[in-house]
């Protein structure tokens, strides 16, 4: 069964930045569609991130894009989520998730792709 361990979490200011990282155990990495998730208080889940088992196709919320990168490192089984240029309202629990494919070129955002999730870690930044 694969396990996700989620690493980066914490408490920045605004316009900072930090790397949400993400170490896949139990099956071969390269199987998997990996993506990131958040949920804010009150708010539903949601995708903003997401990439291909060939790392060539990579799916942005708008709310991101051009902050946050998301990246695959098939050596360390780990994904990444760099993000900068932190905003108040990127504070959120994120998780990270992953769902096996066949395909190497296809990504995943809906919740209910995702068999796999990591267990959270908390994003608070202030303004």
């Known amino acids: 069964q694969v396990q996700l361990l989620e690493h980066g979490g914490g408490l920045v200011q605004a316009e900072d930045s930090l790397r949400l990282s993400c170490t896949v155990s139990?099956?071969?990495?390269?199987?998997?569609?990996m993506a990131w998730f958040r949920q804010a208080p009150g708010k539903e889940r949601e995708c903003v991130a997401a990439?291909?088992?060939?790392?060539?196709?990579?799916y942005y919320a708008d709310s991101v894009k051009g902050r946050f990168t998301i990246s695959r490192d098939k050596a360390k089984s780990t994904a990444y989520l760099q993000m900068n240029s932190l905003k108040p309202e990127d504070t959120a629990v994120y998780y990270c998730?992953?769902?096996?494919?066949?395909?190497?070129?296809?990504?995943?955002?809906?919740?209910?792709?995702?068999?796999?999730w990591g267990q959270g870690t908390q994003v608070t930044v202030s303004s």
């Open positions: 998730a992953a769902e096996w494919s066949s395909l190497g070129f296809i990504t995943k955002t809906r919740i209910s792709d995702f068999r796999a």
């Open positions: 139990g099956d071969a990495f390269g199987n998997w569609i």
């Open positions: 990439i291909s088992r060939s790392g060539t196709e990579i």
